[in-house]
């Protein structure tokens, strides 16, 4: 089973930058899917992004289209989340996930590993 620490949240005004990652040890990260999702008070978690094992595919969600950039480096066990133009519905607590399935799909009911999460907060 693979284990997974997120860091880099944090306190950002509107319109700044923050960069997520998530840091990965046992298992066979450069062979998994992972993904970025997040909850904020009182909602149900949501998808935010989705990459495949090597890099060459990336699905966003609507909502940060444009906005956030996945990226991973197996050789660091690492993913990242870039989030620029930050906005206040962005606030919620950030996971990264595991798909260990063996392939390309990224519904929530997909991960079967999840980090704590991170604390992004964006003030207006």
């Known amino acids: 089973q693979v284990q997974l620490v997120e860091s880099g949240g944090g306190l950002v005004q509107a319109g700044g930058s923050l960069r997520l990652s998530c840091a990965a040890s046992?298992?066979?990260?450069?062979?998994?899917?992972m993904g970025w999702f997040r909850q904020a008070p009182g909602k149900e978690r949501e998808f935010v992004a989705a990459?495949?094992?090597?890099?060459?595919?990336?699905n966003y969600a609507a909502s940060v289209k444009g906005r956030f950039t996945m990226s991973r480096d197996n050789a660091k066990n690492t993913l990242y989340l870039q989030m620029n133009s930050l906005k206040t519905e962005d606030t919620a607590v950030y996971y990264c996930?595991?798909?260990?399935?063996?392939?390309?799909?990224?519904?929530?009911?997909?991960?079967?590993?999840w980090g704590q999460g991170t604390q992004v907060t964006v003030s207006s």
């Open positions: 990459q495949n094992w090597n890099g060459a595919i990336t």
């Open positions: 996930a595991a798909n260990l399935r063996g392939y390309y799909a990224y519904r929530l009911s997909d991960f079967g590993s």
């Open positions: 046992g298992g066979t990260f450069s062979s998994y899917t």
